[in-house]
């Protein structure tokens, strides 16, 4: 690639997407609540939809809901190099988790439009549906149906946190469509999203190239100990369940500093059976979240959270049982398409560094059946899932740059 006539999107088109999009189900200024299969999801799929056709793509949808805008290739047996992500918001979200994902993939096909540029392989923009898992759960819906993990009568099934069934949204907003995964075979996905981390703005680095989606496990630990009077009850004598499981918090917290900078344990719920002020804590729940890039250390941290439980418990003279209730292993993305992005970061010039998602994003789940990447833009302070959440418009632009050279090396300029 030359730089300097290299074909780049259209920035301004890019950003103004953003603020129209916004504008359905604003919160505030700058605000977004558009949970999934809702009206509001209904009128931002249209808007879409509509600057899709208006772009010559053919939309497709399935069962789930997801949206598939295809634009057609000269070799039409090649498969097709897709890119997206979702246009579901939490309930107090922003303008770009998700959106800039949909959006930058059809600004990239609107780009090569304006060059009248023609691709070998066909392309398509994807919308996945309920990213967000706020309305209906799990989250990561729409792309877990898509790669088999969730059949098709369970997903009709799910039901919303206000009663609707599932099928029956998706086929009220009118996206419930017959297009089966093996209808439209994908070469490759590519995911563009804010990092909704700190680490890229902090080293003033304009492009992330995703290796890998860390791994994740959850521990359920029960702590008991014997409930007792906060008056009579002499100190060394008790059994207090909350203060057996504060040593456990800071402990896990130094196992997970041990570790090095890549990993984090949580401990976000934290449930005593009482609570009064005179009464001393007799039972107790928390969870541990604990993630890591490398499975390895995810495992090492997990027994040694388990371990560190039970020695801790039995020094406060109370009893700690663990179990692990969810495990998703670290994901990494395919070599290839991780190359596509980093040739494509260094060839337009953008500084860039490659980063592990701490995030689970739905590439995480194509990843599993397609050869799959990210692009990361830094958003400011790291913020994300709240109103403020803020990305430059520079910065989505030379993401979406990146992801079109990306996909065009991918799908091959004719
Ligand atoms: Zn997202």
């Given at each position: 690639m030359n730089r300097q006539n290299a074909i780049k999107v259209n920035a301004e088109r890019l950003w103004a997407r953003h603020m129209e999009l916004a504008?359905?189900?604003?919160?505030?200024e700058t605000g977004s609540c558009r949970l999934s299969l809702s009206d509001e999801d209904a009128e931002a799929r249209d808007l879409f939809a509509g600057w899709c056709r208006a772009a010559g793509l053919t939309l497709h949808s399935d069962r789930a809901g997801n949206m598939f805008a295809v634009r057609p290739g000269r070799d039409p047996k090649r498969s097709i190099v897709a890119a997206g992500s979702h246009l579901d918001t939490q309930?107090?979200?922003?303008?770009?988790?998700?959106i800039s994902g949909v959006l930058a993939a059809l600004e990239v096909v609107e780009a090569l439009n304006d060059a009248s540029v023609e691709t070998e392989a066909p392309l398509a923009v994807v919308n996945w549906t309920n990213?967000?898992?706020?309305?209906?759960?799990?989250?990561l819906l729409g792309s877990n149906w898509y790669i088999g993990a969730i059949d098709d009568a369970v997903l009709d099934d799910i039901r919303a946190?206000?009663?609707?069934?599932f099928a029956d949204e998706v086929e009220r907003i009118g996206w419930?469509?017959?297009?089966?995964?093996e209808d439209l075979p994908l070469d490759s996905f590519f995911e563009l999203h804010i990092?909704?981390?700190?680490i890229l703005e902090a080293a003033a680095v304009q492009v992330g190239v995703v290796t890998s989606v860390q791994g994740l496990c959850w521990l359920d630990v029960k702590v008991t100990g014997m409930d007792g009077h906060a008056g009579t009850t002499p100190l060394d004598g008790r059994q207090d369940a909350l203060l057996a499981a504060a040593a456990m918090l800071l402990r896990i917290n130094e196992a997970g500093r041990a570790e090095g900078d890549e990993a984090r344990v949580s401990v976000g719920r934290f449930i005593p059976e009482t609570d009064g002020p005179s009464t001393i804590v007799g039972a107790l729940d928390f969870v541990v979240d604990i993630r890591h890039p490398d499975e390895a250390v995810l495992k090492r941290l997990e027994s040694r959270c388990f371990a560190l439980c039970d020695e801790t418990a039995r020094s406060y003279h109370c009893r700690a049982e663990a179990s692990r209730r969810v495990a998703i292993p670290p994901r990494k993305f395919d070599a290839d398409c991780i190359a596509a992005v980093q040739g494509a970061a260094d060839d337009l010039g953008y500084s860039n560094q490659q980063i592990a998602s701490g995030a689970l994003h739905d590439a995480s789940n194509i990843a599993a059946r397609v050869p799959t990447t990210m692009i990361f833009v830094p958003c400011r302070d790291g913020i994300?899932?709240?109103?403020a959440e803020y990305a430059t418009p520079e910065d989505l632009s030379a993401g979406c740059d990146v992801l079109l050279h990306a996909m065009l090396s991918r799908a091959g300029r004719v």
């Open positions: 504008r359905i189900g604003a919160l505030g309930p107090h979200g922003g303008r770009f988790d998700g990213e967000e898992g706020v309305r209906f759960a799990p989250g946190s206000d009663g609707a069934r419930r469509g017959a297009t089966r995964p990092e909704q981390g700190p994300s899932h709240n109103v």
